[in-house]
């Protein structure tokens, strides 16, 4: 079964701080690497997409993949009010189909206080 | 119309009814999924779609019935549902054979079973 984990949280940042969101997934074979951010009672929201191990960067958001580690993380630099959602991370896996499933984790909630 | 829409926006149904979830992505991808999203859980895939063929069914009880006419348009049929099956359901498309794609999202139908 592949699973992917996130902690739950609730995460609470004060407002301009660095949130640190933290997946680890079970499968050596995981091709690419999703964060999704969702409001309360809204849709996911596709933020960031990482392929290669490092960083990723795009505007206040990085993402960190170390595939060794099987970890995959997402920053979030001077944490806002407006950032204060479910965060979930997903992994698209190779191999056994031709079709793009992602697995998804359970999601991190996010709370930013003024 | 851009994206994936999906309707009704929210839909309350008696156990005894039939009703029907539509979803439509304008965003020529090829590969269409039904998720459902309970309080506090994490996404539930139920079916894939790719290529107009059905090619997952996650032990899905009977009285949900997925129907993919063409690559644009998927539907949920639903019948004699139970409490239990209140939740908030998301259509997604992607674009198979492209690993670096991720799901684009509906604004998902909230149901609720009476």
């Known amino acids: 079964q592949k699973e992917v984990e996130q902690n739950s949280g609730p995460l609470s940042v004060p407002e301009g701080a660095i949130a640190s969101l933290n997946c680890t997934y079970s499968?050596?074979?995981?091709?690419?690497f999703f964060w999704y951010r969702q409001y309360s009672g809204k849709s996911p929201e596709l933020i960031m997409s990482?392929?290669?191990?490092g960083d990723k960067e795009d505007g206040r958001f990085t993402a960190q993949l170390n595939k060794a580690s099987q970890y995959v993380s997402l920053l979030i630099r001077d944490s806002q009010p407006s950032d204060s959602a479910t965060y979930l991370c997903a992994v698209r896996y190779a191999g056994g189909t031709s079709y793009g499933k992602l697995t998804f984790g359970q999601g991190t909630i996010l709370t930013v206080h003024p | 119309e851009t994206g994936v829409t999906q309707t009704p926006r929210h839909l309350v149904m008696g156990m005894t009814n039939k009703k029907s979830l539509k979803c439509e992505q304008h965003?020529?991808?090829?590969?269409m999924y039904w998720y459902k999203q309970s309080a506090k859980k994490p996404l539930e895939l139920m079916f894939v779609?790719?290529?107009?063929?059905?090619?997952e069914n996650n032990s899905v009880p009977s009285r949900f019935s997925p129907e993919c006419p063409n690559s644009s348009h998927l539907f949920l049929h639903l019948h004699t549902l139970q409490p239990e099956d209140s939740a908030l359901y998301l259509c997604a498309s992607s674009q198979d054979g492209d690993i670096n794609y991720g799901y684009t999202f509906g604004s998902g139908t909230r149901l609720t079973v009476v």
């Open positions: 499968d050596r074979v995981s091709q690419s």
């Open positions: 990482i392929y290669s191990n």
């Open positions: 779609y790719s290529l107009e063929e059905r090619v």
């Open positions: 965003l020529g991808h090829n590969a």
